[in-house]
């Protein structure tokens, strides 16, 4: 087994990153995820990774550079934050559709405006159809599995698709809590060689990349593509049982929480669901039947799965910390749509919460559930999507 | 032609075979084709250069034919080409005429 040492979120992943060592890596710094770059940086310089570094002007230059050397057959890495991955956004579907396995840590902040440096989902959610696989962390140690397993995901040979972990901006990236680190030999075991499938510097092996696709090929492309991630469903339980061998950590498609027989159910992503998790022990003890659905891999959506899960539910609240305005929070949707295509029918409601790195304490969580149990009794929801711990 | 079905294709719409641009015939987009009038040709090789679509055969050092099969008739090669004595040696004739 690894050693266990106190350390932030972003140490932890620039840790991985160096126990990679990719090839290449284009990054461009945005607070919250700077210190995984400059972490890295150094190990760059001190030589203590392989890695061509390539310090570039914007994020829209990072994410092509990326690609480029992707394209050219490397294992290519990369970080950011917020408006770093909206700047990205053009690339980012260049990236997917041109099936290219680049890796990326994506510390979760705002997005402007107004400007805000802290933590919620709305860059994530933002990039939701960009065709990155995506995979979510409560802590900075699922934070640390992930980006291993991202790469497994991302480069098997099934899927071939860029993939991004997910954490809390400051949330988890700058706070310190305890973790367990893998051996770099045994994470070098695990990640194994990348075998590019159609490398530019392949001279003998001329290739085009990036050619104008017309009406009468684009739509079979996508359709491809959207098999390719949905494959990844399968594949993220295969490389999580390979990951369970090499760490005693075991990974699913989500993690259910205390679920089994649960007639409250409440949906939670990333670090609030570990606050919430200890409220639902305390309904538990005082016999109030509630458990706790936390999405991981929300890119490819485990519908099915999920469904299956809440299906006993009668009454379920999906957290959102991002919003979609004028609609429902991202997450509501997908889960309501998990229930209705299930032909579940349980009375849902929508909580936006924590935008802008606004606390979530036990507390909302615990007012939240209470609502639920009267929700539970009189059958009635009322207004379905509302804004929780905001100011009158 | 049966096109492909959409697992028939390469990811990311990449081309693994090099050159096969040939086989897709640009010629049907033109509206107006380039004629050569060889008698006022100084064979200076100004369209075989400037063709962006190496629509210009040469051979031996000497132009040829037109290439009707990709040359989608932009008209650069006549715009640029010199003639003899002010006599162009291309001309653009519309199309169906
Ligand atoms: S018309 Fe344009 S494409 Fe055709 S031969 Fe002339 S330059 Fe080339
Ligand atoms: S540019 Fe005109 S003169 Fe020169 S080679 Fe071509 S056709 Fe002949």
Known sequence: ?392 | MKLKGWKELEIGAIIPEAGNAEQYNTGSWRASRPQWIEENCIQCLFCWIYCPDSSVTVKDSKRGEFDYGHCKGCGVCAHECPGKKGKKAIVMVEEGN
């Open chain 1, 1 to 392: 087994m690894g050693k266990k040492l106190a350390i932030t979120g972003n140490q932890a992943l620039a840790e991985a990153m160096r126990q990679i060592n990719p090839d290449v890596c284009a990054a461009y710094p945005i607070t919250p995820s700077t210190e995984i770059m400059q972490r890295f940086a150094s190990f760059v310089s001190d030589g203590v990774v392989d890695t061509e570094l390539v310090t570039v002007e914007s994020e829209h230059s990072a994410m092509s550079a990326c690609i480029g050397a992707s394209a050219a057959g490397g294992r290519v890495m990369t970080a950011t934050s917020s408006q770093g991955l909206a700047l990205m956004w053009e690339m980012l579907h260049i990236a997917s559709g041109m099936r290219l396995p680049i890796a990326m840590t994506l510390v979760n902040r705002a997005l402007s405006a107004p400007i805000n440096i802290h933590g919620d989902h709305s860059d994530g959610m933002g990039s939701r159809d960009c065709g990155w696989i995506q995979l979510y962390s409560e802590n900075a140690q699922e934070a640390y599995d992930n980006i291993f397993q991202a790469v497994r995901i991302a480069e098997h040979e099934d899927i071939r698709l860029p993939a991004m972990v997910c954490m809390d901006g400051f949330i988890i990236s700058h706070s310190i809590e305890s973790m367990e680190f893998l051996p770099d030999e045994v994470i070098r075991d695990f990640i194994g060689e990348f075998k590019p499938k159609y490398p530019l510097l392949d001279v003998d092996k001329p290739v085009t990349y990036g050619p104008l696709v017309l009406p009468d090929f684009y739509i079979e492309f996508k359709r491809a593509q959207h098999e390719a991630i949905n494959k990844a469903k399968k594949v993220t339980l295969e490389v999580a049982r390979e990951f369970e061998k090499i760490s005693g950590r075991s990974y699913g498609l989500f993690e259910p929480y205390r679920l089994d027989d649960a007639e409250i159910a409440i949906v939670l992503l990333n670090s609030a669901a570990g606050t919430a998790k200890d409220v639902v022990d305390d309904f538990r003890n005082k016999g109030i039947r509630v458990g706790l659905l936390k999405p991981r891999l929300f890119r490819p959506f485990p519908y099915e799965e999920i469904a299956e899960a809440l299906g006993d539910a009668k009454v379920i609240c999906v957290f959102d910390r991002a919003d979609s305005f004028g609609g429902f929070g991202p997450m509501y949707m997908e889960i309501a749509s998990a229930m209705m295509a299930a032909g579940s029918s349980p009375l849902m409601v929508n909580k936006i919460y924590g935008l802008g790195g606004r606390d979530f304490m036990p507390e909302d969580a615990e007012a939240v559930i209470k609502e639920m149990t009267g929700i539970l009794d009189t059958g009635k929801t009322g207004t379905l999507k509302e804004y929780i711990g905001v100011r009158e």
